[in-house]
């Protein structure tokens, strides 16, 4: 990961690098939310998909 200049990089290019990020995490939240509702609907095909995704939470987000 390469360092950031705070004082001299320009500001479109620093809220570009800060703000992937912060979407990405959302985006996992959601679908993180979306699941946990499948569960509590559909019961254990549901609770299989929840596991199924938090176990790919532990390789996107080390």
Known sequence: MKNLDLENEKISKLLISFSIPCIISMLINSVYNVADHIEQEVGTL????????????LYVIP
């Open 46 to 57: 549901g609770n299989a998909l929840l596991m199924l995704y938090s176990h790919l939470l």
